[in-house]
């Protein structure tokens, strides 16, 4: 549309000064010009001022700025969800480059993962194939747009050029001993067949992507012990001055530095036998005070104590609470299991 007024204008059909057009000229304008092509034209003068610009070198040395914005997942097509973050990213780029910085404004692709293959299936064609078809057409959509972005760094999360890194960075991690593989209980989705974050599990369980009902699936797979580097990534929020203290303490709290001490307490008077229940406490001086240790429903322990558990009427309400809050989320699970049953 700026493109097609910069047209008009040079036309002589825009006074100075002037802002409104009136119904005979709007008609006239739709009869006679052609903005689809008039922006497509304007968008490839434009896109190619850009690259000669890129390409020239200047002797000067701007100040540097690094504007980054969320990769999309590349669906289809953009949303106005999509117009309205990237506009903002848009504005601050085109406005420190005003400024006379180096601007530096890349555009990726998140494109790896399960929902890709799924909808791949669900179309009977190749992952691949479907990915790149929905990457060109909202590159295509953004230039549209008009946004700023560097195509030239463009990358997508599922080419080998860039998860080949990805993958080098988790085997410095594995040689080093800071990856390992356990058990764990995940929020799946059993119609994407992909595993959820607790934020993409709405308020009634269901998955935010397929509408199915979440559940809480024990599987396999790898950790990283940040613990092992909690003190040093503490310490380095130090030298993020401009970060805003609200996202410094949120990072505190992912880094989950704690000091403290782990208590083993034995186990007598049980008809199962396990090793000592080992705890971690902050508060070594209450220790004396502790009058007992809660398991949660689904810790290994409690399920080997309700194996041993002589109570027919106690081990069926165990299985059925159990049952009932593999379907909540964490908040959910901790709130009901708390009300509802509590086994001596």
Known sequence: MLAACIALKSRGFVRAGSTLLTKTLRASFAS???????????????????????????????????????????????????????TICDVIAKAEKMAGKDVINPMGWDSFG????????????????????????????MDRLGFDFDWNRELSTCSPEYYRWTQWLFLQLYKNGFAYKKEAYVNWDPVDKTVLANEQVDENGCSWRSGAKVERKLLSQWFFRITQLAEELHQDLNTLPEWPETIKEMQKGWIGKSEG???SFEVKNSKASFSPIEVFTTRLDTLMGVTFVGLSFDHPLAKTLIAAEENEEIANQFTSLQKKLSTKNEVQRKIESNQELCIP
């Open 32 to 86: 006679e010009f052609n903005f689809k092509e008039i922006d497509k034209r304007w968008t490839e003068h434009i896109r190619t001022f850009k690259e000669a610009k890129t390409n020239k070198k200047s002797q000067k040395k701007p100040e540097k700025f690094y504007c980054l914005s969320q990769f999309p997942y590349p669906s289809g097509n953009l949303h106005m969800g999509h117009a309205r973050v990237y």
């Open 114 to 141: 399960l929902p890709a293959e799924n909808a791949a299936l669900q179309r009977n064609i190749a992952p691949v194939k479907w990915t790149q078809k929905n990457i060109e057409e909202m590159r295509s959509q």
């Open 261 to 263: 001490a782990s208590v």
